[in-house]
């Protein structure tokens, strides 16, 4: 059974913009893969995968502005397969 | 017999033009990145992001702020059998460089009969709308459509970015591609949608000198490029909703110019709006206007109109810059005046 799980933005990061997901719902996506790109006033920064799995919640939309900690989205976690 | 399953991811306009770029690059050797800040900082509109740490300084290089030194080198460069692409960061720094354009990489390729050919892009940040005042808001398409020896395209939406920023890289001839800042998606601009679409993965190229009916219509033909292309497709949008259906063209090429795409729409729709964010005076209002005047005259049932910006430079005060850069309530309300005549 696959179960949900969030996605948070990475704590270091101050105010950030979404600048592009590059993943759609119900795309998979793999660990380490990136997920989206966000910008603060000083850096572009993207955003990896913490788990492969299925995007099924953008919780935080492109031009929308997210801070460190911030659910940003929700996925499926895939079965891993080691 | 296979079939090809066409593969499509949505990018914004600046991951549209680095993805061309890198494929081009893995493709062909001979091709290679210099400006102002396009190394590590991965160009100021986003035009070379993660393109140094794949390619290398050999290859994606940062210049000194001296516009005539480096797209001077790249015109050697060409001669001797690479291919250039070079980032004017504003285009409103050509005046640094017109010697360069005008008279060497606009000419050379004539006046050796063709023994020479300068196979550059020139990559260039065009227009306002965000408050960057007079030096750096202008586009200044129709100078660089005025001289004869270059080939000048401003795409407006991600997959045209990619196409034709690939098909103007493997051209032989010199071309200008200009980039609308608010078009790249970056986070730091206004977010618009039209700055993020569909593109397709794998590399593939589209005419330099074709427009593109973005909107079909009968009523009207409306003329845009880049950010008025987008406010034209606004525009349409609201008046339909009072029964006016109008057409509206991406021109995509400042030169050559799409005679054919205009005339034939303006053979339906009997009625044309040009508009330009770009000045008034000289400008591509005034060339469209000109060649459907000549050659489509019989087809007009309404004098055409022109939008553009007046002849004023571009005022930093937001309030100011609104009001001179034309946007959909301007095409509306013309609109709605000329359907009447």
Do not use: C
């Not at chain 1, 997920?35 to 006033?41: D, H, K, R």
């Amino acid at each position: 059974m696959s179960q949900l799980k969030e996605i948070i933005l990475p704590k270091e990061l101050e105010e950030s913009i979404v600048v592009l997901w590059y993943k759609e719902l119900g795309e998979f996506f793999e660990e380490e893969e990136t997920l989206v790109e966000v910008q603060t006033e000083k850096v572009t920064f993207e955003v990896p995968a913490p788990f492969s799995g299925v995007l099924s919640e953008i919780k935080v939309k492109r031009g929308e502005t997210a801070t460190g900690g911030e659910i940003i989205a929700t996925a499926q976690i895939a079965k891993t397969t080691v | 017999m296979e079939t090809i399953k066409e593969k499509r991811k949505k990018l914004t306009g600046s991951k549209a033009m680095i993805q061309a770029l890198d494929q081009e690059m893995s493709r062909d050797e001979n091709i290679f990145v210099m400006g102002e800040d396009v190394g590590k900082y991965g160009g100021i509109f986003g035009s070379t992001t993660g393109l140094y740490d794949k390619f290398g300084s050999d290859r994606i290089m940062d210049t000194p702020i001296s516009e005539t030194g480096f797209i001077g080198a790249a015109v050697g460069a060409a001669a001797e059998g690479l291919r250039p692409v070079v980032e004017l960061m504003f285009v409103d720094f050509h005046g640094v460089v017109m010697d360069q354009i005008y008279n060497h990489i606009a000419k050379i390729p004539y006046m050796s009969g063709g023994n020479i050919k300068l196979p550059i892009v020139i990559l260039t940040a065009v227009g306002g709308g965000y408050s960057d005042a007079a030096q750096h808001s202008q586009t200044l398409y129709a100078s660089f459509g005025h001289l004869p020896g270059l080939k000048v395209v401003a795409p407006t939406f991600p997959n045209d970015i990619k196409g034709m920023l690939i098909a103007a890289i493997r051209d032989d001839n010199p071309v200008i591609f200009m980039f609308h800042k608010t078009l790249q998606g970056l986070g730091w601009m206004d977010q618009i949608d039209a700055s993020l679409g569909p593109v397709l993965e794998e590399a593939y190229t589209i005419p330099l000198d074709k427009a593109k009916i973005v909107r079909e219509g009968k009523d009207v033909t409306i003329v845009g490029v880049q950010m008025m292309t987008v406010q034209a497709l606004k525009a349409a949008e609201k008046l339909a909703e009072q029964g006016i259906d109008a057409e509206v063209i991406d021109l995509r090429s400042i030169k050559p110019i799409d005679k054919e795409t205009i005339l034939k729409s303006v053979e339906k729709t009997n009625r044309l709006v040009v508009v330009d964010e770009d000045y008034y005076s000289y400008g591509i209002t005034a060339e469209i206007s000109a060649i459907v005047a000549s050659e489509g005259f019989k087809d007009l049932k309404a004098p055409i109109v022109r939008l553009a910006i007046p002849d004023i430079p571009i005022p930093y005060s937001r309030v100011l810059e609104k009001y001179v850069i034309p946007d959909s309530k301007n095409i509306i309300d013309s609109v709605k005046k000329l359907v009447k005549l």
